[in-house]
């Protein structure tokens, strides 16, 4: 792969993560959206998967890459810049949130059930992971024009279903900015970073058991 390949994945990473978190930290932690916040969160993700999907894979996640990977549709050497990047995106995308766009919201750390909270975050990450491995890796489905609509579709019925519960994150990036941002406590990143980790993983086999 050439260091202009390489460079051009991280970017569109970089990019799409951005503006996933930063949607998730101004629409739903700082309530910009209220309600409609899921909405924004889903219509947001559509379209950097749309945009950046022939470039990167348009992963935007870090529990999504190791799925990839597990399920054999990424390079190994793609991984660690991957989730880096993803996660470096996550952070900056909370900070101009909280200091460039909504300077003077407060924002209130979630107040999670450990084990609602790590339910929630196992099913639904192993079910965005499991459609993305179905849609927008398999050769059954190669060419397809829905898949960033399928995906998004997961996330905004998660933030609908269980964004109570947990915050709906479904995503280490995006748990990043909730770090950041003062949205969840650093005593209980692990309610979201243990099951989302675990759900991509299982979502992988999962994959290899449900095809040929």
């Given amino acids: 792969m050439s260091e202009h390949t390489m460079q051009a994945k991280l970017i569109t990473e970089f990019i799409g993560t951005f503006f996933l978190s930063l949607t998730v930290c101004t629409a739903a932690v700082m309530e910009s959206a209220g309600a409609l916040a899921p909405f924004a969160i889903g219509s947001t ?5 749309y945009a950046g999907g022939h470039v990167s894979g348009a992963h935007y996640n870090p529990a999504v890459t190791i799925s990839v990977y597990l399920r054999g549709a990424c390079d190994r050497s793609d991984v660690v810049p991957y989730i880096l990047t993803q996660v470096a995106a996550g952070a900056v995308a909370a900070l101009v949130a909280g200091n460039l766009l909504l300077r003077d919201t407060s924002v209130t750390a979630l107040d999670m059930d450990p084990t609602s909270a790590v339910t929630a975050e196992l099913l639904f ?11 927008a890796t398999s050769e059954a489905t190669e060419g397809n024009q829905y898949y960033g609509a399928a995906i998004a579709f997961v996330v905004l019925a998660g933030a609908l279903t269980v964004g109570g519960i947990s ?3 479904f995503n280490p990036a995006v748990t990043t900015s909730l770090l950041v941002t003062g949205a969840l406590d650093s005593a209980d990143v692990w309610m979201h970073l243990v099951p989302q980790i675990a ?3 299982v979502a ?9």
């Fill in 199 to 201: 759900g991509g993983c």
């Fill in 125 to 135: 990450t192993f079910a965005l992971a499991y459609v993305i491995l179905h849609v």
């Fill in 167 to 169: 915050g709906a994150s």
């Fill in 204 to 212: 992988a086999y999962a994959y290899k058991a449900t095809t040929a």
């Fill in 45 to 49: 993700l559509m379209v950097m998967i």
